[in-house]
Every structure is written in C-alpha cells, then in structure tokens.
C-alpha cells in the first residue's frame, strides 16, 4: 500500500506527529503522573483545556499547511470523535465501577487503553480508507451501519448492565490466571508462587475490546467526513488523547447527560445518509460541520437545562 495513495499530505508529518503523540503520552503517565493519585476536577479542567487547545493548534497549523477544505474536514472528524468518545465513557465508568478500580489507579488503566486505541485505530483507519479508494460500494456498507448504529442509540435502553456477566470479562476469566486483590498499580503480580493477573489487567482488557466495538462506529463516521488517511487518523487520535482527562471532568454528572445519546444518534444517521448518498450528491464538509455543531451544542444545552430544572424541584 502506497502512503500517498490514501493521503495528499506530506510523508515526513506521519512519523512526526506519531512521535509528538507518543512523546506526550511519556511526559504525560512517567513524568507529570508518575503517582498514583486522585486527579482533582481542577486539574482535570486544567488538561482538558490543553488537550483542546493543543488539538485546535494543530488543526489551525494543518488548515494553513494543506487549505480549507482539508481542515475543514480534520476540525470535522475531531468534533465527532470527541462527542462518541464522551458517550464511551458511560461504558468506561461502568467498567471502572463494576470491577470496583481506586480512583488513583484508574488513570494508569486510562493511559495503556488509549495506547492501545491510537495503534488499533491507525491501521483499521489505513486499510479502511484504502479499501474505499478500492471499492466505491464500501461506502453503502459504511452508511447502512452508521444509521442502524443511530437507530440503535435512540431507540435503545439506557439501563445498565454489570461487566462482571459481559462476554469479555467471562473469557478472561476462564483463560486467564486472575485474583481479586489489588497489587499497587501493577497489571500482574505474584501470589504463592504463581503469576496472576489483577483487576486492573482485566478492566485494561475490556477497555480495550469496547474500545474495539466501538471502532464499528467511529471510523465509519470519520471515512464519511474525509477520505484522507492522515485526517482521519490524527483527527481521531487527538479527540483520544484527551479522553483520559475529559473522563475526570465529567465522571461524577456524565449521567445527566441525558440527549447526549440521542444528539449522537441524529448524527450518525446524518453522516450515514451522506454516505448513502455520496456518489449522488456531495454535502459539502462546512455543512457537515454546522449540522454537528448545532447537534451538539442543542444536545448538551437541553440536558443542562433539563438537569437544572430537576434539581431546583428537589429541593
């Protein structure tokens, strides 16, 4: 596969950006983390506001390297992966509560899980792109999963299931050698001579297989946005990076984000339908862009206000 046959931009940004990512990710758990400790909703804010402001740097130095349109879709591919990435942390709370994780070690298992995600989601994102430059009818496959995904999501219960009974956390349990105890922040430890793995391996685990769920959708949407490899993934990536931060933002009210799920499933069918059109007609990228922004900024102000509405009759 030709790198330049998915990608207009230059061969040297691939490396490049890979090592910033994977430099900040060093900085982030071995040096400004290195203890094991609760991460305080100030500094919570505080990274989150890096993270996005490092991901619009970037996105304002790309749409300047490589023009609007590219940009355009980069900004895009950011903001629907931020906004799917929000609704995996009902999923990520749900694991970290269910397979009761300290708050102190949860963002060591945060960081391994999105290492994992970043090498998952380059190459699914590679050879997805390279597959629609192939074949033209992808496109109708990608479509039909994003809206049934949509449909899912607002016609779906919302109750909550225990990880402990899911398919993940029955396999490892069958094949691999675990305990139920606590071992500092370490993924394996010794008892009585044998090797085990601690309830942080096992939330790593099913972190990383939702993770691989959820792939079934955002990597659709994002080859919807754009065609590019290189947009695709970094835009990706940097809605990722942020999530580990974004998780101690929102953890403790992320429940009464109630039209979270259905703005999600609006935008989905959207982008679906875009691509079930796509060899018809071509919505243009600042369209796409407006329809999620409105989507998003209508979903979260009405939970707000709904949230607010409930409080004030509790008391």
């Known amino acids: 596969m030709n790198i330049h046959t998915v990608s207009v931009v ?40 890096f993270w996005i402001s490092l991901s619009l740097l970037f996105t304002g130095w790309f749409t300047f390297q490589y023009g609007t ?64 430059h192939r074949f033209d009818w ?20 919302d109750e909550s299931q225990d990880v402990n009974d899911s398919f ?15 071992h500092g922040n370490h993924f394996w430890a010794r008892e009585n001579g044998v090797l085990v793995a601690t309830p942080l391996f096992l939330a790593l685990i099913v972190i990383e297989l939702s993770d691989i769920i959820f792939a079934v959708d955002s990597i659709p949407a994002v080859l919807a946005i754009t065609k590019d490899a290189f947009v695709a993934f970094g835009s990706n990536i940097l809605a990722i990076l942020g999530l580990r931060s974004l998780y101690f933002v929102i953890a403790e009210w992320v429940s009464k984000l109630k039209y979270l799920k259905p703005g999600l499933a609006v935008i989905l069918c959207f982008i679906g339908g875009k691509m079930l059109v796509s060899n018809f007609y071509h919505v243009p990228s600042w369209v ?13 102000l009405t939970s707000w206000y709904v949230a607010r509405q409930e409080e004030r009759k509790a008391k």
């Open 69 to 132: 349109a590219l940009g355009t879709q980069f900004l895009t591919g950011y903001l629907v992966e931020q906004s799917l990435s929000i609704d995996n942390l009902f999923v990520i709370l749900l694991i970290f509560q269910s397979l009761k994780i300290p708050q102190a070690n949860q963002h060591r298992v945060l960081f391994w899980g999105i290492l994992g995600a970043i090498v998952f989601r380059g190459i699914l994102i590679v050879i997805g792109v390279d597959l629609i």
């Open 10 to 49: 230059d061969t040297w940004l691939w490396p490049a950006f890979i090592g910033a990512v994977l430099f900040l990710l060093f900085l982030d758990l071995f040096v400004l983390h290195r203890k094991d400790e609760v991460m305080s909703q100030k500094q919570a804010l505080g990274w989150s506001a």
């Open 138 to 157: 992808l496109m109708y496959v990608f479509g039909g999963i994003l809206i049934a995904t949509g449909a899912k999501l607002f016609f779906g219960s």
């Open 288 to 300: 796409s862009l407006l329809v999620i922004i409105g989507v998003l900024t209508t979903a979260g």
């Open 168 to 182: 993940a956390v029955r396999i490892a349990r069958k094949f691999l050698p675990l305990t139920k105890h606590f």
